[in-house]
């Protein structure tokens, strides 16, 4: 690839691919995967990102606009893996994204083999999509951590107005819908509106017992009756 051969490399990257696909299958159906095996399979994939996309740096070195694609690629590609192996160090869900490793693959293998007609489109995408899927990673992460809302966020999310329900679903995308919900359940405003509930003060059968209080036979007592021989 990086000599101008692009169909080469695109088969040599679809071979390559197969390969990796299997290796891991292999590994269980034959009872030899370990522990070293995994983290070993792990490394050679963030070998293989950067040394592939860093041979499409070197072959479009003359053209500075693909040149910037292919860095942003390369940078992108090494931070999502990055992002995720330090979420799941402190053990939190980090497999969110637009583009995987998986769609990088797939994506640069199309604009080799199809080269030039995909060659440009796929480093926009891959350079674009590979940002976004950093953003979506570490808000991710950030969503995940407990972190306090700001108070005038809640108050304004409280309202029970048309404006202020788009606001409350845009907030709880932003803070995570687990910090948001309890902060907002553990609000005073909504404790106070709870306990002012008109449904639950006002209750009728509370206040009226029909077989207690208002017993006509409970209340009347024989021993008041002026008629002793009639009790009798």
């Known amino acids: 690839m990086a000599v101008g051969q692009y169909r080469t490399a695109g088969l040599v990257l679809v071979a390559g691919g197969m390969m990796d696909v299997l290796d891991g299958s292999v590994a269980r159906a034959t009872e030899r995967s370990t522990p070293f095996g995994g983290f070993y399979d792990s490394v050679s994939d ?10 499409v740096a070197w072959a479009v070195a003359d053209q500075p606009r693909l040149l910037a694609l292919a860095l942003v690629a390369l940078v992108a590609a090494e931070l999502t893996s990055y992002v995720r192996a330090k979420a799941e160090a402190i053990d939190l869900d980090c497999s969110v994204g637009i583009l995987e490793r998986a769609e990088r693959a797939i994506a640069l293998m199309a604009a080799l083999l199809f080269h030039p007609w995909l060659f440009e489109p796929v480093l926009w995408l891959l350079a674009v999509g590979g940002v976004v899927t950093v953003v979506q990673r570490v808000h991710h992460v950030w969503c995940q951590i407990d972190r306090d809302v ?11 107005r048309a404006w202020s329900r788009a606001f409350k679903a845009a907030a709880r995308r932003f803070y995570g819908e687990r910090n948001f919900d309890g902060a907002v359940d553990g609000h005073p405003s909504r404790n106070q509106h709870a306990s002012h509930d008109p ?4 209750d009728p059968d509370a206040s009226h017992d029909p077989d207690g ?8 007592d024989p021993s008041h009756d002026p008629d002793p021989s009639r009790s009798a």
């Open 199 to 202: 449904d639950a003060s006002h």
């Open 213 to 220: 209080s208002h017993d006509p036979d409970a209340s009347h």
């Open 150 to 160: 700001p108070e005038e966020l809640l108050t304004l999310a409280l309202h029970d």
């Open 46 to 55: 963030r070998v293989s990102d950067g040394v592939i996309l860093a041979g």
